[in-house]
């Protein structure tokens, strides 16, 4: 093999790889894959059925906590080899048939395409050698090696990956499509210009999700899909859905048929459990775990549609009851909540743990003064308050546990409310970037935590507020600049620049479980998801993946738009990274 360039040097073609690689090291010949290239496995562990090898592995590797310790059901519910071809076919596909070709990223006229009137050399075959012992995988600092992966080509054309679990398999075949090119040439084929080359990648965290909601203005399971895809090729592998809220229950719950009957907008905004359950094999498929978060017991009001009887200050002027309207939560102290939760659970996850090992329980802004209303309550105390809450949320983790499901909510239930929680069953996400110890405090108190600032990773911000101002109100909060409450618009460099363990100790460095980029939905819809998702939740994927901390610069623009115009090839509607003559004319457009 020649000597090896690293991924940053400069040769004719090289934009490397989003997210970046742990180590990526290539020279510049040209191979070309095969029309019909073919997957080929071998592992330590073979056994007499056809690629049986890989089931035992995922099922040993890649199970749901349970108290602490593993699970007996596990998310990964496809058979390891239908997810590993299936994996490969959709490589093929993306590098023979989307018809690639970088223009872009040239001056017009420059030859930039090898020659196709010469002996071409192929890639006939992909070799996945699956090794779950293999200690050559993954890093030092990361001990778990189900995600890791090593690839291998020579310059006469051999291909090998190899794995620990075949989440390793999933994210190498996503890495080995973005080393291709198609030609411009009519029937040329698709090429790669970096053989020979050696990568080693594994992740920085477990992780690494977007918080999708789907409940303030309708997302179909197919924009979800498309979603998933996306992220994937991202090597995103949590999906968190904020199924529920105030203002619409879009969720089919066959034993409680009226809550999305009553509280969807229509009955053609339902989400039936037959499309859950798509959308979560769908993830199985891609390597991402599709989760469901039901935000209790605030965030509740589209609950009462169908039960009343369920709910405080519901009807009633929302400035003084909740953050955004609706106004309406959940009622402490009534002896008609905990079976209404005990039925609602039992039916939702049964079904969602099948494909999920974690459950979003919410907790989040709780509103005291909706329990001056409440009946059962009479008071805004929060000494009153703190003991109802910490029953409440105890019968929610009781009933998540109880399905084997590990239990994540949001910060308040430590910070505001300091409800005492079994650290081994639940994970605590942290949100509000006005408190900037909240990331050290939690886990000062031994929690584990997902990070996600909403001063750097909420994607909705700086778009205005979707509520009017009162024209017989003189001191509306609505007013010229018209600003949200989390303004500016978080672009994706300043996504990209967020280091959220920046002053976590290495001591503690290991409760930070990963992290999540979020969209909340008052401003989304089915037409703009994908313009308001990407490219930034990849910017955000890359921190996750590789690693924080890493200011953007301009080969940080060319990977990340050479990924968005991969994105756009697969159907997704990605804004623009860069301005075209900028791309064409590198080092134009500095500054």
Known sequence: MRALLWYYTLVSSSFALWPQPQ????????LWLSANVQLVHSSRT????????????VQQLIRPPQNGTSSTTGWLSVPSETLLQSAFERMKHNVLHQGYVPRKFYP????FEPATDHVK???????IDEDPQNNNLGSSEHHDKSEAYTIEISEEGGALIKIASPL?????LETFAQLFFAHSSPSAGSYTPYAPLSIKDSPVFEHRGLNLDISRNWISPADVMRTIEAMAANKLNRLHLHASDAQSWPLEIPSLPDLALKGAYSQAQIWSTEDLEAVQLHGTYHGVQVFVEIDLPGHTTSIGNAYPSLITAKDVPWPDYALEPPAGQLRLNSSEVPPFIQTLLDDLLSRTSRHSSLFHLGGDELNLNAYRLDPTVKSPSHQILRPLVQAFIDHVISIATAHSLQVIMWEEMVLDWNLTLPKQDVIIQTWRGSDDDALGTILNKGYKTIFGSNAHWYLDCGYGYFVDPEPSNPDSPIKPPYLDYCSPYKNWRHIYAYDPVADVPHSQRHLVVGGEVHLWGELTDTVNLDDMLWPRVAAAAEVMWSAPGKKPDESTTRRLADIRERLVMRGVRAGVVQMEWCLRYKGGCRL
Request: aromatic share 12%; no cysteine; proline share 6%.
């Open 46 to 57: 073979a056994s007499t059925q056809p690629l049986g090898w890989l089931w035992t592995p």
């Open 23 to 30: 180590h990526f090291e290539h020279d510049s010949s040209t």
């Open 121 to 127: 050399r192929y890639i006939e075959r992909v070799v």
């Open 108 to 111: 017009r006229g420059a030859e």
């Open 168 to 172: 390793g398999g999933l994210h190498a």
